[in-house]
Structures are given as structure tokens and as C-alpha cells.
Nanobody, 119 residues
């Protein structure tokens, strides 16, 4: 089992920045992908960014367009999502998730953290 806890959400004005952190616990994640997803009210959940826990295989949703960066902080044992140039349409609940690298679906999910961007 893998437990995931998100932190760092909050409210910010358009153009501002937030940094989200995903802290895992449980089994070793050497063979896992970590993804950040988001879901706005009435919308489908969408992938924001993903990376392999050990590094590499990084990808981003098309809407990110260079504004967000996913990275692993080895000192804190977290996978962070740095979000810059935030827009009101980035408002959503952001979730951290994990999946074994050979699987297509994410198996483990955090509780989510709210991000609100005001205009």
C-alpha cells in the first residue's frame, strides 16, 4: 500500500505562484510513477504532470504550457508541483497519485488540496 498526502494548496491572485507537495509513505516507490491531477467543479479530472519517482519520464498536460514544474525533492522525500503564472482557470482540487510503472491506471490517491486563483 501507498499513502499520499498533499500540502501547499491555498488562495492566490492571478499571476501568482503556489508550490504543492506530495508526501508518500508505505512501500518503496522505486518502480512507481507519481502524478499530479486536478479536478474543477463540474469538470473531468485531468492529468497536470507526472514523473517517475526515481526521476525521468516527466510529462505535462497541454494546458500547462511551461507554467508548472514537477520535481522530486530528495531531502524532503516529496514530489512537488511548482505552479507559476497561475490563472483563474487553474482553480481546482489538486490530487497526488501513484501507479506502478507497467500499469496504465493510477492505483493510489491522496485526499486532495484546494487551489483557488482569483482574478
Amino acid at each position: 500500500q501507498v499513502q499520499l498526502v498533499e500540502s501547499g494548496g491555498g488562495s492566490v491572485e492571478a499571476g501568482g505562484s503556489l508550490r504543492l507537495s506530495c508526501t508518500p509513505s508505505g512501500r518503496a516507490l522505486t518502480m512507481y510513477m507519481i502524478g499530479w491531477f486536478r479536478q474543477a467543479p463540474g469538470e473531468e479530472r485531468e492529468l497536470v504532470a507526472s514523473t517517475r519517482w526515481t526521476g525521468g519520464a516527466t510529462s505535462y498536460g497541454d494546458f500547462v504550457k511551461g507554467r508548472f514544474t514537477i520535481s522530486r525533492d530528495k531531502s524532503k522525500n516529496t514530489v512537488d508541483l511548482q505552479m507559476d503564472s497561475l490563472k483563474p482557470e487553474d482553480t481546482a482540487v489538486y490530487y497526488c497519485a501513484a501507479r506502478y510503472i507497467t500499469l496504465s491506471d493510477y492505483e493510489y490517491w491522496g485526499q486532495g488540496t484546494q487551489v483557488t486563483v482569483s482574478s
